[in-house]
């Protein structure tokens, strides 16, 4: 799990810097064999409305804009994922960002691994907690990397 210092550290940082950062500075570990995350198909990046058992939304790859994305149960996506699952086939680690256009990387999730009841400091997309604020995702090969889910 991941500490709210790494959080705020890279929370600060704009999009492409943050993921230059989160590459460079942070521990690689040796790549494990790829293991598929809970409730998400081989090779897809998945989050939830709320739970597994709510609404859902799979990513293969990454995606600038939430805005325009939908759970299977209709709701929009934007500033509303409280779950991850990351089922990557290879060594991606999907990076979740604050804002659209890959700003702000806010938490990431390693090959394999998945969080659940995200932190929430009950607003969405007001830049506290960690869920309902996700409003893009990009994936980041090289994982799993110390610091991420
Ligand atoms: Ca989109
Ligand atoms: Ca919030």
Not at 64 to 93: A, L, M, P, Q
Request: with cysteine; proline share 5%; net charge negative.
């Amino acid at each position: 799990m991941k500490t709210g210092h790494f959080t705020r550290k890279i929370g600060s940082i704009p999009g492409s810097a943050a993921v230059a950062v989160l590459v460079a500075a942070f521990l690689l570990v040796p790549t494990g064999q790829a293991v598929a995350g809970p409730n998400c198909a081989t090779g897809y990046h998945c989050g939830w409305d709320i739970g597994f058992d709510t609404g859902k939304v799979s990513f293969f790859n990454g995606d600038d804009d939430f805005r325009d994305n939908r759970f299977n149960t209709g709701v929009i996506v934007d500033n509303n994922i409280k779950t991850v699952s990351n089922s990557t086939s290879s060594d991606y680690v999907s990076v979740w960002f604050i804002e659209p256009g890959f700003e702000g990387a806010w938490f990431c999730v390693n090959p394999g691994s998945w969080a659940g009841n995200l932190p929430d400091d009950g607003t969405p997309g007001n830049g506290r907690g960690f869920a309902n604020e996700a409003s893009s995702m990009m994936l980041v090969s090289g994982g799993p990397f110390s610091g991420c889910y």
